[in-house]
């Protein structure tokens, strides 16, 4: 099966995010937390789709932010086949602490991984 990253493999709306977020958290890392709706909605796609909040107060850095959100989208579309069809959001929870581009590439990685692997589960 091909690697994609498909529009409908995105969260667009911000109802879905809101549902995601106020719904159970999957797993939780140093830096992330994953979250999904409690409920899967009327119509939803038969696929795992993302969303991703990087804030701007946890990651001050543009640079950093567009880096962690390469190093996620990257992750979930070498794993999307694997994942539960469901939607799912990583949230940044903690401020990332100054360091380089190739060690942050490097922790974020790490973790998302480690994160889906538990959604998984």
Do not use: W, Y
Not at 12 to 33: C, D, I, M, Q, Y
Not at 73 to 79: D, L, N, V
């Amino acid at each position: 099966m091909r690697a994609t990253f498909p529009p409908t493999a995105r969260l667009r709306h911000p109802s879905e995010f809101a549902a995601a977020l106020k719904g159970r958290r999957l797993a939780r890392g140093a830096l992330f937390v994953v979250s999904t709706p409690r409920q899967i909605p009327p119509g939803h796609p038969q696929q795992a789709r993302l969303g991703m909040v990087i804030a701007k107060r946890m990651a001050p850095h543009a640079v950093s932010r567009n880096t962690i959100k390469r190093v996620i989208r990257e992750a979930f579309r070498q794993r999307r086949h694997e994942l539960p069809a469901r939607d799912l959001v990583i949230r940044l929870h903690s401020r990332i602490q100054p360091c380089s581009l190739n060690e942050l590439r490097q922790q974020v990685r790490g973790e998302v991984d480690a994160l889906l692997d538990r959604t998984t589960r």
